[in-house]
């Protein structure tokens, strides 16, 4: 018994699905899309001026440990501990060591002709030979060794420019200054 309501509920689903073709079509209307209309412009974002601190990145760069002892053991004695040029062991060269502190000068160089000039000595970027080249800093392994001391080179200049005068004039170095 329970197998004829099956099969007549099968039956009758299935002729639900399919429907009177005929019927159907006298039925149907044309189907057109809607007129297209463009989207409303999207809402202006809010105006809303950054604030310094939020567009201020402080950059902190950790100098290690190594640059800072190469600095004090080799570049230091010529350029001196404030990077002015005025070691000990620069006196009376001909041409004296670069003032680092001259904004010019750090103006005119890029860093990696800074690196260079550590690496190669003044005689490798075209400058004087009485800058010794350190090959020791030559290498991929020694990079942040060099890359700390460019650093510590460009920070003379930054350290300097606040307490520069109007009335000073820019100091210039003679082409043969080295490096």
Same mark, same amino acid.
């Given at each position: 018994?329970?197998?004829?309501?099956?099969? %007549?509920?099968? &039956? &009758? *689903?299935?002729?639900?699905?399919?429907?009177? #073709?005929?019927?159907? /079509?006298?039925? #149907?209307?044309?189907?057109?899309?809607?007129?297209?209309?463009?989207?409303?412009?999207?809402?202006?974002?809010?105006?809303?001026?950054?604030?310094?601190?939020?567009?201020?990145?402080?950059?902190?760069?950790?100098?290690?440990?190594? $640059?800072?002892?190469?600095?004090?053991?080799?570049?230091?004695?010529?350029?001196?501990?404030?990077?002015?040029? /005025?070691?000990?062991?620069?006196?009376? @060269?001909?041409?004296?060591?670069?003032?680092?502190?001259?904004?010019?000068?750090? %103006? &005119?160089?890029?860093?990696?002709?800074?690196?260079?000039?550590?690496? #190669?000595?003044? %005689?490798?970027?075209? #400058?004087? $030979?009485? @800058?010794?080249?350190?090959? /020791?800093?030559?290498?991929? *392994?020694?990079?942040?060794?060099?890359?700390? &001391?460019?650093? @510590?080179?460009?920070? *003379?200049?930054?350290?300097?420019?606040? $307490? %520069?005068?109007? =009335?000073?004039?820019? =100091?210039?170095?003679?082409?043969?200054?080295?490096?």
């Amino acid at each position: 018994m329970k197998r004829p309501i099956i099969v %007549a509920a099968v &039956l &009758l *689903f299935a002729a639900a699905c399919t429907g009177d #073709k005929k019927a159907d /079509d006298n039925n #149907k209307q044309p189907v057109t899309a809607p007129p297209a209309q463009s989207a409303p412009p999207p809402a202006p974002a809010p105006s809303v001026a950054p604030t310094p601190i939020a567009t201020a990145v402080a950059r902190v760069y950790e100098i290690p440990d190594e $640059s800072k002892k190469v600095f004090t053991q080799r570049c230091a004695l010529c350029h001196g501990k404030g990077g002015m040029g /005025d070691g000990a062991g620069g006196r009376g @060269m001909k041409p004296p060591p670069q003032n680092w502190t001259d904004p010019a000068w750090g %103006a &005119l160089v890029t860093d990696e002709q800074i690196a260079t000039a550590i690496v #190669k000595g003044g %005689a490798g970027v075209g #400058k004087s $030979s009485t @800058m010794p080249p350190n090959p /020791d800093l030559e290498g991929g *392994f020694k990079q942040p060794v060099v890359d700390g &001391l460019v650093h @510590m080179v460009r920070s *003379f200049a930054a350290a300097a420019a606040p $307490s %520069a005068t109007p =009335s000073a004039a820019p =100091s210039t170095a003679p082409a043969a200054t080295h490096p």
